[in-house]
């Protein structure tokens, strides 16, 4: 059986990248990273890429007079490739609604809170105001809409006394490592569709 052929896109350091590089590294496992794009020159990720053998591309955003073009050389490349599904991967920009629309279904992302709580930036700040008990990532598929799309994965962990910003963030990253390979097996598998994803809600113990 072929596998899924996965573009991702990053920014920066690519820690959520390796987790799905090393899933991907076991011949049984249903998915291929067959292309990495980093909009950002020198991004860690790309050296992660390098070592497990996967093509990489720089595509520049200051290079391009708007967001529509930037899109439009993404997109060209990754339909070169033959890419089937698009994961985002830290990948630091807002796409357009053509681009996500081009991908509807296709393109999942990753995000640090147990979303629709917490939308955008410095969620984990966020959950420590808002006095939540639990907190975490969720994988979901990519819509127009900030933060939105139907839910395919969510990792929760406890928020603990005394808890700061990155001793939170260092526990739901953990976690973030675990889901995003399970959820990308998921719809490799044919068990997270877009039209009706599966929820898989994964509790592991205070560290």
């Known amino acids: 059986?072929?596998?899924?052929?996965?573009?991702?896109?990053?920014?920066?350091?690519?820690?959520?990248?390796?987790?799905?590089?090393?899933?991907?590294?076991?011949?049984?496992?249903?998915?291929?990273?067959?292309?990495?794009?980093?909009?950002?020159?020198?991004?860690h990720g790309l050296d992660r890429a390098e070592k497990a053998g996967v093509p990489t591309l720089t595509i520049d955003h200051k290079d391009f007079p708007d967001r529509a073009s930037f899109d439009a050389r993404m997109d060209q490349s990754?339909?070169?490739?033959?890419?089937?599904?698009?994961?985002?991967?830290?990948?630091?920009?807002?796409?357009?609604?053509?681009?996500?629309?081009?991908w509807r279904g296709r393109m999942i992302n990753i995000h640090p809170s147990l979303l629709p709580s917490f939308k955008g930036l410095r969620t984990h700040a966020q959950a420590l105001a808002a006095g939540v008990k639990l907190h975490g990532c969720t994988v979901h598929y990519v819509t127009p809409s900030l933060d939105d799309g139907p839910i395919i994965a969510q990792g929760?962990?406890?928020?603990?006394?005394?808890?700061?910003?990155?001793?939170?963030?260092?526990r739901v990253l953990a976690v973030e490592h675990r889901i995003y390979p399970l959820a990308l097996r998921m719809i490799a598998e044919g068990g997270a569709p877009g039209a009706d994803p599966a929820v898989s809600l994964i509790n592991p113990p205070p560290s």
Do not use: T
Request: glycine content about 10%; overall charge negative; proline content about 5%.
């Open 1 to 43: 059986m072929a596998r899924l052929k996965v573009g991702v896109l990053i920014s920066g350091r690519g820690s959520n990248l390796q987790a799905l590089l090393d899933a991907c590294a076991d011949p049984a496992f249903p998915a291929e990273i067959a292309l990495v794009i980093s909009n950002v020159p020198g991004a």
């Open 78 to 102: 990754l339909r070169a490739a033959g890419i089937e599904l698009v994961c985002l991967a830290g990948f630091m920009r807002l796409l357009s609604d053509g681009f996500v629309e081009g």
């Open 156 to 170: 929760a962990v406890p928020v603990l006394e005394g808890d700061s910003e990155e001793s939170l963030a260092e």
